[in-house]
């Protein structure tokens, strides 16, 4: 693995852990990981989520941690949980908190995780956002950023019908919209008051949706150097 010195932006204390941002260090240096940006990402259903995940592993290299696909692979291997989960998915209700919870508490001990990652569709709800929050407080690893990826609901639906995934039949996309609305909406306020929560506007093509990410991921060195700003 790669190691880089790291110091502290000059208006907040934060550490700087990124390649791009470190500057010659006048306080004394510590090893870190090359890159440990560990970072949220939400968005409704058919927000174009997946296809920017993507860009970001490909560009940033953290871990992908995607719920849904473990939830489909472990269905797909047809495990106990996987059998379990498939009962809420084809209906387009989310997954007891407490399996899910656990899906996630057992990937976040996996050593690629060390070095960043990017979790897509966990947390879904308060009570997963609140899980996660103690797990990464008890490991000393706190998030970085929550990507908030936003599109309005009449352009989700039309997104969807096109697309042809199982659960993607209309009264299914109607029940995940409203998933979405009801029980995951809240975590915007939640990790606004936070102070980690970015949104992204979610309509345009994919590489200027993507470039508005790489701003918030990436920002321009200036004044200090660090993603305080
Ligand atoms: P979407 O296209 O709706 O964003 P995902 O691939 O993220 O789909 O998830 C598909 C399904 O898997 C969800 O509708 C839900 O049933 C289940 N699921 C995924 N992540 C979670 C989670 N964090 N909590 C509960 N259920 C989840």
New binding site residues.
């Given amino acids: 693995m790669k190691w880089l010195n790291i110091q502290s932006c000059e208006r907040t204390g934060v550490a700087l852990r990124r390649k791009h941002n470190v500057l010659e260090s006048r306080t004394k240096p510590q090893l870190i990981p090359a890159f440990t940006m560990r970072i949220v990402f939400i968005g409704p259903?058919?927000a174009g989520?997946g296809t920017q995940a993507e860009k970001i592993i490909a560009q940033f290299k953290p871990a992908h941690l995607?719920?849904?696909?473990m939830?489909?692979a472990a269905r797909d291997a047809k495990t106990e949980i996987g059998l379990e989960?498939e009962k809420?998915?084809s209906s387009?209700?989310?997954?007891p908190?407490e399996v899910?919870i656990g899906v996630i508490a057992d990937r976040l001990k996996q050593d690629d995780c060390k070095s960043g990652y990017l979790l897509?569709?966990?947390?879904?709800?308060i009570a997963?956002a609140e899980a996660l929050d103690k797990m990464l407080a008890d490991a000393g690893t706190p998030l970085d950023v929550v990507l908030e990826l936003k599109v309005p609901d009449e352009e989700l639906f039309s997104r969807l019908s096109k697309r042809g995934r199982a659960?993607d039949n209309p009264e299914t996309i109607k029940e995940?919209i409203a998933v979405y609305n009801n029980q995951t909406s809240p975590l915007l306020d939640y990790y606004g008051k936070k102070g980690l929560l970015k949104t992204i506007e979610g309509l345009g093509t994919v590489n200027e949706i993507f470039a508005r990410i790489e701003k918030v991921l990436n920002p321009p060195k200036s004044g200090c150097g660090c993603a305080c700003r």
Avoid at 120 to 125: C, I, L, N
């Fill in positions: 259903p058919g989520k995607s719920t849904g696909d939830l489909r989960a809420y998915m387009g209700k989310l997954v908190d899910v897509d569709g966990f947390p879904r709800t997963q659960d995940r």
